[in-house]
């Protein structure tokens, strides 16, 4: 695609409920990362992915936060029991090799 | 102490200036250099990327790192109104790990 694209770009949610966010990447990029934005804030690693690999998570706040890449290029975050400190715009980006980060526009999550 | 530490400001400029917008950083690793421009309600967008020591030029920008003083600048000249825009400067030891990002500058060019 033209772009990374993340759906929806907004998302409410009523506490304890669980919400799953998606990520397409742009097709062909190997490297897959998924941040949280605070208000005001930068960007904070939560996640990356390498074609399907998991290979850094540490960046994931709690157990309720879960992210998978079955197949290489749709990526899902899912976090389970939200919580009111959840509320955040959670970013995909994805790069090839050696290039820089390519960031779709986020999903505004708020958590009522 | 955070990776990387980047004035919030705001900043506030006529139309016309020079802008100059820096980060510092505490880990000597870090040898890829990135700015991005972020307009409200949409994702950072890549302005500039640089590997290690030197300038880099594109068109009204120019970008800075000197790793000597773990430091980096970008510079945005003729300033326009649409460069109003949060600036968020990113680094990282290698290009498959993590990207550390500042917290933004927020920039706001008067006509």
């Known amino acids: 695609g033209a772009g990374v694209s993340q759906s929806p770009r907004y998302k409410v949610a009523k506490r304890g409920q669980d919400v799953a966010l998606r990520c397409d990447p742009i097709s062909g990029h190997v490297s897959l990362f998924w941040y949280q934005q605070a208000l005001g804030q930068g960007p904070e690693f939560l996640t990356y992915f390498q074609n399907e690999a998991q290979l850094d998570k540490s960046g994931l706040p709690s157990d309720r936060f879960f992210a998978e890449r079955p197949e290489g290029s749709v990526s899902t975050l899912k976090i389970q029991r939200t919580q009111q400190e959840d509320s955040a715009v959670y970013l995909c980006?994805?790069?090839?090799?050696?290039?820089?980060?390519?960031f779709g526009n986020g999903t505004r999550l708020t958590v009522t | 102490q955070k990776e990387v530490e980047q004035d919030p400001g705001p900043l506030s400029v006529p139309e016309g200036a020079i802008v100059s917008l820096n980060c510092t950083y505490s880990?000597?690793?870090?040898?890829?250099f990135m700015w991005y421009r972020q307009y409200s309600r949409k994702g950072p967008e890549l302005l500039m990327y640089t590997y290690s020591s030197g300038n880099k030029e594109d068109g009204r920008f120019t970008a800075q790192v000197d790793k000597s003083s773990k430091y980096i600048s970008l510079f945005i000249r003729d300033s326009q109104p649409s460069d109003s825009a949060t600036y968020l400067c990113?680094?990282?030891?290698?290009?498959?790990?993590?990207?550390?990002f500042g917290t933004g500058t927020s920039l706001t060019v008067i006509p």
């Open positions: 980006a994805s790069s090839f090799r050696t290039s820089p980060l390519h």
């Open positions: 880990n000597s690793a870090f040898q890829y």
């Open positions: 990113a680094m990282s030891a290698n290009t498959g790990n993590q990207f550390y």
